[in-house]
Structure formats: structure tokens, C-alpha cells
């Protein structure tokens, strides 16, 4: 049986726990995640060119320029483990021309998962977050402390998970949500994010496993 592979988006405000999804989606589902915000990160670490272009601006807390971060997803999509195994767009698009970039090129999702939590609860997450170099894991000093005292002592904090700079990324979310979400409202699901994860990937899980339902009751396979 041949398997049509599954193509989600995920979206939500700065810390509304889209990594986190994602890193269960991605164990249960097989998806490739692929995530400008870790992609980024990644070309900031290794120095390149995209980089060193890229960084003054996610320190700041501002989004980078389209043409940079488009050029990177199309790239990304067109890999053959992205067509075999499906993909799971994290942090893309942010932007309206983001999403007209994606319609030219005739990448539309199954589902788009909104990942709704209310304001206070974002920075509060932002400040708390810590991050596993090495597995690339996502903590929360409280609601998800390391498992160990060696993980404890490798975890680092993001340069723009400050509250000044959560209170500036949440203010550009809010000018480009709108714009976003109308773009995919066909596909658009709304969930309760201000749950414990458990909770939220349940919500998750069963959305994504009924579509692969509805596509083998349609096939018969
Ligand atoms: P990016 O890395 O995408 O950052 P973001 O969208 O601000 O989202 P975060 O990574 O902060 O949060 P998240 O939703 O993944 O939450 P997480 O699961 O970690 O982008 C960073 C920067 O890159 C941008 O500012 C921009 O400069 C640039 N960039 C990226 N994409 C771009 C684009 N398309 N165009 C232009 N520029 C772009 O969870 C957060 C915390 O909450 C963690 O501590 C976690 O443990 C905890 N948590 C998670 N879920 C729960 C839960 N259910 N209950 C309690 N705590 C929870």
C-alpha cells in the first residue's frame, strides 16, 4: 500500500509550544520537521553566509528577510525525504508573502494547526525555556526540568527569549497572524495549547491520524 504522505503546517505565537508538538509529532508520525526558527539557528552556529545575515535580526527579535528564509523552505521541501515521508512546517510562513511564496510553488498543507495560548502565558514559557544542545530537546525550568543534573548542566537559553524581546516577537506574530490565518482558514484547526502537552499532542494526534483514515477509507488501502 502506497501511502500518501502527510504535509501539516504548524503555527501559533512565539513559545505557544509549536517545537514541542513537534518533536512528538514527528516520533509517532515519521514526518521530516522542518523548522526556519532550528534551520537558522543552525546556519547562525555554523557561520555561514545565510548566518551571519540572519543573526543581528533574530537577536533583535525580528523576523528575517522574506527572500532569506523562503529560499531556505523551498530548498528544504524539494529533498526527496520531505516528498517520501511527508513534512511538518514549523515557524513558516509568518509572513503573507511567505504564504504567496509557498501558492506559487503549489505546496499547500493537509491541516494547519493553530496552537492557541493566551498572552500571559507566552513569556512567562519564553523566559522559563532551555534548550538541550545535544539532543536539541525543549525544557521549561518548571513545567519541564531536565531529567537529569548532566542534562541540567548543558541546557542554554535563546538570545531573544528575554521578556523585552518575547514582548517584541509577540507584537510582530500579532501584525501577521491575521494575514496567515486567512491564507489557510480551508484547513485551519484552532487548538487549546494552554494544556499540559500530553494533553495538546492527544488533540493533535487524533486530527492527523484521521486524515491518514479518511485517505485509506478513500483508497480502500
Ligand atoms: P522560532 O524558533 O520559530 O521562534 P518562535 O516562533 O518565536 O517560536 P518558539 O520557538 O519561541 O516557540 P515554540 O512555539 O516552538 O515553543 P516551544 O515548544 O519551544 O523563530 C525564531 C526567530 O527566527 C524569529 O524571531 C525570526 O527572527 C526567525 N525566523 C524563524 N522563522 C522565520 C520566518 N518564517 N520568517 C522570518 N524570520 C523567521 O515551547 C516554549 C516553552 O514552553 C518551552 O520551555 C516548553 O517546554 C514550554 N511548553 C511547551 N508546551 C507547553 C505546554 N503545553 N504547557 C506548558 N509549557 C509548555
Known sequence: ??????????????????GTQCELIV?????????TGDLLREEVSSGTEIGNKAKEFMNSGSLVP?????AMVAGRLSREDAKKNGW?????????????????????????LLLDVPEEILIERCVGRRLDPVTGKIYHVKSYPPESDE???????????????VKARLQIYKQNSEAIISAYS???IKIDANRPKEMVFEETHTLLSQINLNRMIKTGK
Do not use: W
Not at 522574506?66 to 523562503?70: C, F, G, M, R, W
Not at 512546517?89 to 498543507?109: E, W
Open 151 to 165: 542534562v541540567k548542566a548543558r541546557l542554554v537559553m535563546r538570545p531573544d527569549d528575554t521578556e523585552e524581546k
Open 88 to 112: 511538518l512546517l514549523d515557524g513558516f510562513p509568518r509572513t503573507f508573502a511567505q504564504a504567496q511564496s509557498l501558492d506559487k510553488l503549489n505546496v499547500k498543507p493537509d491541516i494547519f
Open 66 to 70: 522574506d527572500e532569506i528564509v523562503i
Open 27 to 35: 516520533q509517532k508520525f515519521g514526518l521530516v520537521h522542518i523548522s
Open 186 to 188: 480551508d484547513v485551519m
Open 1 to 18: 500500500c502506497v501511502k500518501e504522505p502527510l504535509k501539516v503546517m504548524i503555527s501559533g505565537a512565539p513559545a505557544s509550544g509549536k
